[in-house]
């Protein structure tokens, strides 16, 4: 599973209250992700890491920011949640393999905003 | 940027036979091609890619295939059973340029016994 670890797994939130997910991993990977996914959309990618500091936005950023203080740590925050952010939250990491980075997933969480 | 699509959106198969999903991809530069399996409520797990220098790749009974002048790639599942049964997404890579992956929208997979 790539050392990582995402927490809360379940969360059920209200329409403009503000959450956190966390995404943790213990390998030291530079990079990490967030992405979100929907039926009838796949996979989309909503913030990525390249370092400690270093983050740009993906496909789907608004409504979202993000932080990466620690190596290990990468946070997705929605400054105040809206239905449309009910989703299923995958973080990622990306680990050099004979010179391409292949990325592997997170275990999920699951977010409902009411 | 890139656009990733993929076809077809289901599949079902019998015990046995073969499963072909379809990709194409818009950007030329994309160079690394992963696949995806997605069981209900679980992760994404990688199961097999394809770098751009390379025409075909085999793993026992899945396959990819890369035609870059087309700009499409293909998985292929022999023999299915019915643990094949589970979403399969594509996804393209510009590799080197933040590995930003672009995924498909996903296969649904139903191998019947």
């Known amino acids: 599973d790539a050392g990582i670890t995402q927490s809360p797994r379940h969360k059920v939130t209200e329409t403009g209250t503000p959450v956190t997910l966390r995404c943790h991993q213990t390998?030291?990977?530079?990079?990490m992700y967030w992405y979100r996914q929907d039926p009838g959309h796949g996979l989309r990618l909503i913030h990525y890491?390249?370092?400690?500091?270093?983050?740009d936005k993906g496909e789907v950023s608004d409504g979202y920011s993000v932080s990466r203080s620690k190596t290990e740590d990468f946070l997705l925050t929605l400054e105040s949640a809206t239905s449309s952010q009910t989703s299923v939250y995958f973080c990622?990491?990306?680990?050099?393999?004979?010179?391409?980075?292949?990325?592997?997933f997170g275990p999920g969480t699951r977010l409902t905003v009411l | 940027g890139e656009n990733v699509e993929q076809h077809p959106s289901t599949l079902s198969v019998q015990e046995g036979d073969s499963a072909v999903i379809k990709c194409t991809y818009s950007?030329?530069?994309?160079?690394?091609f992963p696949w995806y399996k997605q069981e209900l409520g679980k992760r994404p797990q990688l199961i097999i890619d394809i770098r751009s220098n390379v025409g075909e790749k085999k793993d026992q009974r899945i396959a990819v295939t890369l035609n870059k002048t087309a700009k499409h790639f293909s998985l292929h599942i022999t023999e299915t059973q019915p643990e094949d049964s589970a979403v399969y997404f594509c996804a393209a890579i510009i590799h080197n340029a933040g590995n930003m992956l672009t995924f498909g929208g996903g296969t649904r997979l139903m191998v019947k016994p």
């Open positions: 990622a990491i990306s680990e050099a393999r004979g010179g391409y980075n292949e990325q592997f």
């Open positions: 890491s390249y370092g400690v500091k270093d983050t």
């Open positions: 390998e030291n990977h530079r990079y």
């Open positions: 950007d030329s530069a994309s160079n690394y």
